[in-house]
């Protein structure tokens, strides 16, 4: 048996995960709606006369990725990780700042993967498989970093 099912068995701590993890994923899944809705009105609306395409794409991804991670901060600084409040080691504006840098490379992997993968399938398909694989990276860095506990 792995590590990560010896805890998800654990009585108290396997619950905990379970709940944060669902937490976290219900919050991802309004960060994508957001970032897909954003993507779309810019692609397709604000910025649709912007050329070339690859620009326009460059700014649109931009701007989507941008409010789907504040919406994403805000939710879970207030709900995911809210157990932890008044026990993290840094206040709002640097857990945001934190939060912004651990999520950078995650925003990364999704542009540069979103690029790549919208040369093969449909640009809000490859956005949506370009943000499940960044997802992965963005709650590990924030779990041990940016919500992490001060120690007693």
């Known amino acids: ?52 395409v690859e620009t326009r794409l460059n700014l649109s991804l931009a701007g989507a990725i941008f409010l789907a991670t504040v919406n994403n901060f805000l939710w879970n600084r207030l709900w995911t990780w809210r157990d932890r409040r008044g026990k993290t080691k840094h206040g709002f504006f640097v857990q945001m700042g934190q939060y912004f840098l651990a999520s950078w490379l995650a925003i990364l992997i999704q542009f540069g993967l979103t690029k790549l993968f919208v040369q093969f399938i449909n640009y809000l398909i490859a956005n949506i498989v370009a943000i499940i694989i960044a997802a992965v990276f963005t709650y590990i860095f924030n779990d041990i970093w940016t919500f992490s506990v001060t120690s007693q």
């Not at 068995?9 to 944060?20: D, E, K, S, Y």
């Not at 937490?23 to 009105?41: A, D, E, H, P």
């Open 1 to 52: 048996m792995i590590l990560k099912d010896k805890l998800l068995q654990a009585p108290v701590l396997g619950r905990l995960i379970r709940h944060r993890f669902f937490k976290f994923g219900t919050i991802g899944f309004s960060g994508t709606i957001v970032n897909l809705v954003v993507l779309y009105l810019n692609q397709e609306i604000l910025l649709r006369n912007i050329n070339p």
